[in-house]
């Protein structure tokens, strides 16, 4: 059977696993989120900056 240090390293391995698993998936939708943000934001400067020149 296992021994103790056995089990806490295992416990220990799957602990760092989780919460790598954990921050890849925040890390992916906040840089979806911030990717989303900006590209909406530069779809509205050019839409301005396009009724701004119609209307010169």
Not at 2 to 12: R, V
Not at 13 to 31: A, D, H, P, Q
Request: hydrophobic share 50%; no cysteine; aromatic share 20%.
């Amino acid at each position: 059977m296992f021994e103790f240090q056995q089990y806490l390293g295992f416990l220990l391995f799957l602990t760092i696993l989780t919460i790598g698993f954990w921050l890849m998936i925040f890390l992916v939708g906040f840089v979806q989120y911030w990717l989303g943000g900006s590209i909406i934001e530069l779809i509205k400067e050019k839409r301005n900056k396009n009724k701004d020149d119609k209307g010169e």
